[in-house]
């Protein structure tokens, strides 16, 4: 079956096509100064350094990316909050360079309605909110926006999602979170082709329950909108092969392709280079292309 069978062709993100007919690469570009794995990488002192954004955006584009997701508010487990202030000044300045230097684009990763306002006037295409708009204010200012949004089911917040692993079954629990979040954005007049969903790997729940939702993804193309999979580095990887944060490249192209296997339209990645070269590979095998060249020869 294509993998593109259960959702839109296409979405449209500002003036930005996203093709769904093969898997696509989400690359990861934090403008935080604590996020877990690549915070402060594009600062000098206190100051973010844009001209080091603009090389990291440029050379993930180059290494396949098809978006670049800025995030000005580290969601890393025990995570202390911004203020709105902060993260304004984290990420407009990133997203304006990065559509108008290098035409790419980029997703705003807030969960602020006045971030979600200023970043898709500074040129972002899409809206990732881990809080899935459930902030006061997000989804009228998601609906205003007119951009796709990704809704990620969390619990609590990541300061205290590690305490509420407790769930009875976990798929149920996120199939009726996605449930009534949908409904949420219908009242505002989110159309449903401008959803995308998010299972939330590694957000509030435990190494086994991560796995469970893993092994059953293929049952939310039962919404059929295009499912985005964030695993790369993640602390399940940590638990489970023992590996530090910059160990974990195997297996975040292991956990990468198995979503892929499983029906993700998007991977959130760090390592983008690897996994173009997975998804090109995975491609490859799918369509039989050595075969077809054997038979010619």
Known sequence: MPHSSFVPAAVNCANHELDFSRPL????LNATP?????????????????????QRARQMLVEGANIIDVGGESTRPGATPVTQTEELDRVVPVIEAITKELGAL??????????MREAESAGAGLINDVRALRRDGALQAAAQTGLPVCLMHMRGEPGTMTRQQTYPDVLTEVHEFFAQRLQACAEVGIAPGNIMLDPGFGFGKSLEQNLTLL???AEFQRYRLPLLVGLSRKSLLGKLLGREVSER???????AHESVLRGANIVRVHDVAATADMINVHLALQSGRGEKETKQQ
């Open 34 to 54: 604590d996020s877990f794995s690549d915070g402060g990488s594009y600062y000098q002192g206190a100051s973010l350094d844009i001209a080091l954004v603009l």
């Open 25 to 28: 690469v989400m690359g990861i």
């Open 106 to 115: 980029v997703s705003v990763d807030t969960s602020c309605p006045v971030v």
């Open 215 to 217: 092994r059953h993804l």
């Open 249 to 255: 490249l195997p297996g975040s192209l292991a956990l």
